[in-house]
């Protein structure tokens, strides 16, 4: 039956998008320090590595770092620009959402290149700071988007009945508006989140040199010594990027959030 | 009934736009007076106005790797979304726990780090681990080998990458399309496979466009895969834009590049902005 | 004393006037009803007294203050919209306590008054639920709860009713009117209902296109419609085309019928429309029009009968026990009540 052929497809398709992480996966339970799959005497002891060697614990610190708080900059920013396109027209709300969605659509190689320059201009080429601001700019799309999905849910009735009731506009934003965004803007940010860890090309042309993240390392690694560690890191953070979009397909409605129902009339 | 006007200061807005031109806009701009300095050999660049390194790119070198580039990811595209397409049509058709745990799987495999799938790949790839090995056990392969580098591994790299992208980008459309329009073709004879090209294609017309120019654009970008999965000769521009700004120093010449690439992309992007247009006007 | 008053209020938006010129007074604690079909602007009025809308031209006057200038939050109205526009991320006795917290009242006070609010409106045991562990009557009851916590000036509801189901709809049409009384407060309702308008108010406000056709107390505007629309609109009525004689003398197809004193003229001599409700046409032996028995209906509690006057069709009721004789397709005539005339321009 069709239905049968449509479960069958979808399935090794899911297979083949799973098979590289669990080959990495068994790579990372290798006794020895060696790629092989299946892995060969069975240990956890690369999981406790990356955890004390200092070769990998600095760009695991980093990465944590840059991706806290660019997220937190990406949302800082995306948060007053979603705000202002949904409650106004004209050319500034449109212009500002170009603004907003273009640095995650345009090729990554660009920005990078801009950032690169940009921060070379500054002489802050090669510090964390820079990382960070470069990233928050990178991943503002995110946010810009959950939020704005979020805002045109809100029934704009809940808002006038604020008003009826003696709210001002202040109050209104504080007290109805900004709640029933808190888990969109919590989304953003995870999706910041695990999307800064992940970037390689923009950390890298920024900073690559001093302040190296753990997609960095492992990249170095592929170039000069492979060892199970970085399996042991790809498994980290696919498990991480399965808790939270887990989390939030568990407590929010994914679907939607990806835009399966008609949110927003255009 | 529309958003409410203004319930929200007016100032507000200068946070964001304070903040991306300041950090985004000014980047760009210094980018572009940086495409037309003068290159100084061994420091970096000083300011003044030449077409030079645009000139340079326009040798047959680069102009080879400008094509292999489009090649490539247009290939990539096509590939992916030919596989997306129909699996977002049938995702869009299960419950919501289905849906949002295979949903879940691609947010997860979208936000894996170029280098984690490089990595993933070449070692799936790789002779002493993955399908080298299988295809031995299985008797199809007398010994095992490795699959990569090869074109054939950056293909897969690419499309691995461009999938969820893809899929994510046909969603929305895709789910908002009428079952009963289908299931209308179906009660009037029908078979399925043409309800899929005569209804269900043509009316995704734009969204499948967008899917091909948003994947094609992102692969473009892609930077680490020509180097852990292909050879030398499948080196795309972005790997030589990273190549001349890094490693030979030569900023303004990686400038002019990422402006031609930057051309090429919006270029896409707005001749798909109207080919959606002219779909959506005919509708 | 007159509490709240509109002077020549309109409102357009782009070439279409969805409210025009509305000047009417609505006296302290009067209960009213706006009425009419939708796109007759009658929620366009309810938003222009709250300040939702802005007025493209005329005042509102509260109490002799001119409201015109006075933004929504500071009009102290309390309003329940369609939606009910309860907030999901508060519970119940936060809903209501919203307005109180707004103006600074601390936690125990303001938890206390929405309590008594709560008690009122029978949801006493409900403050720690959320919106949506409620009914749709009970989340009724706690956005009306929220409108009045702040003892507002004039209370607004925007089809309050609307998305209850029918026996649902018309207890909580009684029990909206006993509490309006006993509070006292001036209530504006929006309602497209007739039925529920007739059964709350003290007044009725029937729109049309953006204008007042009628104000005036239900019976009123039941008895003595002013123009064909609100006849047609109030209830159901027969409207037969006519001639009017300066000796208030009805002639139709041929057929006179003299008009007491009781009966009401709202027009010039010349064409005219008479207006009849079913209940008041009778079928009699005597002269009059001529009809045939064109469908019987028993509705149980009367009888309906749809006649037939030279291609215009009347309807006619009749409680069971005065059921006419006449049965399908025969020939009769009819006579209307008199006193119950109403003669309307054409």
């Not at chain 3, 802005?54 to 509260?62: D, E, M, Y």
């Not at chain 3, 949801?123 to 929220?146: C, E, N, P, T």
Request: glycine share 8%.
């Amino acid at each position: 039956m069709t239905a049968w052929i449509k479960s069958l497809y979808i399935g090794l398709i899911l297979l083949l998008l799973v098979a590289p992480i669990v080959v990495v996966a068994g790579v990372s339970l290798n006794e020895a320090q060696s790629l092989r799959f299946p892995p060969q005497d069975l240990s956890l002891r690369w999981y406790g590595a990356l955890f004390r060697e200092p070769d990998w614990l600095v760009p695991l610190r980093n990465s944590l770092v840059i991706a806290a708080t660019s997220s937190l900059l990406a949302v800082l920013v995306a948060l007053p620009l979603a705000l202002h396109v949904w409650s106004r027209r004209g050319w500034l709300s449109r212009g500002l959402y170009t603004l907003g969605v273009a640095p995650f659509m345009l090729p990554p190689v660009i920005s990078a290149l801009g950032f690169l320059v940009f921060w070379v201009s500054l002489g802050m080429y090669g510090q964390m700071a820079a990382t960070i601001v470069s990233h928050g700019v990178f991943l503002v799309t995110l946010p810009v988007v959950t939020i704005s999905l979020g805002l045109n849910a809100i029934d704009p009735a809940l808002i006038e009945a604020a008003r009826t009731m003696g709210a001002a506009r202040g109050q209104v934003l504080r007290t109805v508006i900004l709640p029933l965004i808190v888990p969109y803007i919590l989304s953003g940010y995870a999706f910041a989140f695990v999307l800064s860890l992940n970037e390689y090309i923009i950390a890298y042309m920024v900073a690559g040199f001093t302040v190296e993240t753990l997609p960095i390392k492992i990249f170095n690694s592929l170039r000069y010594g492979y060892t199970p560690i970085m399996g042991v890191v790809s498994v980290l953070f696919i498990l991480l990027a399965v808790a939270v979009f887990g989390m939030i397909g568990r407590f929010g409605n994914l679907p939607r959030l990806m835009g399966s129902e008609r949110v927003r009339d255009q | 009934m529309s958003a409410p006007q203004k319930a929200t200061p007016g100032w507000l807005a200068a946070i964001p736009a304070l903040a991306l031109g300041i950090f985004f806009i000014v980047p760009f701009a210094i980018m572009l007076s940086v495409s037309v300095a003068h290159r100084v050999p061994g420091g970096f660049f000083e300011p003044g106005f030449e077409l030079a390194s645009y000139i340079r790119f326009l040798s047959a070198f680069f102009g080879s790797i400008l094509v292999t580039s489009i090649t490539i990811s247009a290939a990539a595209a096509a590939i992916c979304v030919t596989l997306a397409f129909p699996f977002t049509v049938f995702l869009a058709g299960m419950g919501r726990r289905a849906q949002t745990w295979i949903l879940v799987i691609l947010l997860s495999v979208l936000s894996l780090s170029e280098v984690i799938i490089g990595f993933s790949l070449s070692t799936l790839l790789s002779k002493t681990a993955g399908v080298g090995n299988l295809l031995a056990w299985l008797g199809i392969l007398e010994t095992s080998r490795a699959f990569t580098p090869s074109l054939f591994a950056l293909l897969t790299g690419m499309c691995y990458l461009g999938f969820p992208y893809a899929v994510l980008v046909l969603y929305p459309p895709v789910s908002r399309l009428d079952p009963e329009l289908g299931e209308a073709a179906r009660t009037m004879g029908a078979s399925p496979l043409r309800t899929f090209f005569g209804v269900t294609l043509p009316l995704l017309r734009a969204p499948v466009l967008g899917a091909l120019v948003l994947v094609f654009v992102f692969t473009l970008g892609v930077y680490l895969l020509p180097q852990v999965l292909g050879r030398p000769q499948h080196w795309t521009l972005s790997v030589h834009i990273t190549d001349q700004a890094i490693f030979q120093s030569n900023l303004p010449f990686a400038a002019a590049m990422a402006v031609l690439l930057l051309v090429v992309t919006l270029m896409l992007v707005g001749l798909t902005l109207l080919l959606g247009r002219d779909a959506g006007a005919r509708q | 004393m007159t509490e709240l008053s509109l002077h020549g209020l309109t409102k357009r938006f782009g070439g279409f006037t969805a409210v025009d010129d509305v000047t009417l007074d609505i006296p302290d604690g009067d209960f009213v009803c706006l009425l009419g079909p939708s796109g007759c602007g009658k929620t366009t009025l309810l938003r222009l007294i709250a300040g939702l809308e802005t007025p493209s031209a005329g005042r509102i006057v509260l109490a002799g203050q001119d409201q015109s200038d006075v933004p929504t939050h500071k009009r102290g109205f309390g309003m329940v919209f369609q939606s009910l526009a309860l907030f999901p991320h508060l519970s119940v006795i936060d809903n209501v306590a919203y307005p109180l917290a707004l103006r600074g009242h601390d936690r125990a006070d303001r938890h206390a008054r929405a309590q008594e609010l709560l008690d009122l409106v029978q949801l006493g045991g409900m403050g720690a639920r959320r919106i949506h562990q409620l009914s749709g009557g009970q989340r009724q009851r706690v956005a009306i709860a929220r409108g009045l916590a702040i003892d507002p000036a004039v209370f607004l509801l925007d089809e309050p009713l609307s998305a209850l189901d029918a026996n649902l709809r018309e207890h909580m049409q009684v029990e909206l009117r006993q509490l309006q009384q006993r509070l006292g407060v001036t209530t504006v309702v929006v309602t497209h209902d007739q039925k529920e308008a007739l059964t709350m108010a003290d007044t009725v406000i029937v729109m049309d296109g953006g204008r007042v056709q009628q104000m005036g107390a239900p019976m009123e505007v039941y008895r003595d419609p002013a123009n064909a629309f609100v006849a047609s609109f109030i209830g159901n009525s027969n409207l037969l085309p006519c001639t009017l004689t300066r000796d208030r003398t009805l002639e139709m197809s041929g057929v006179r019928m003299a008009l007491s004193d009781a009966d009401r003229v709202k027009c010039e001599p010349g064409p005219a429309m008479l207006s009849v409700r079913p209940e008041d046409v009778r079928i009699t032996d005597a002269k009059g029009l001529p009809a045939t028995v064109a469908f019987i209906r028993d509705l149980g509690e009367s009888v309906q009968y749809v006649l037939d006057h030279q291609g215009t069709e009347l309807t006619a009721l009749f409680a069971p026990r005065d059921r006419p004789s006449a049965g399908l397709g025969d020939a009769v005539t009819l006579d209307f009540e008199t006193g119950r005339r109403v003669v309307l321009a054409r």
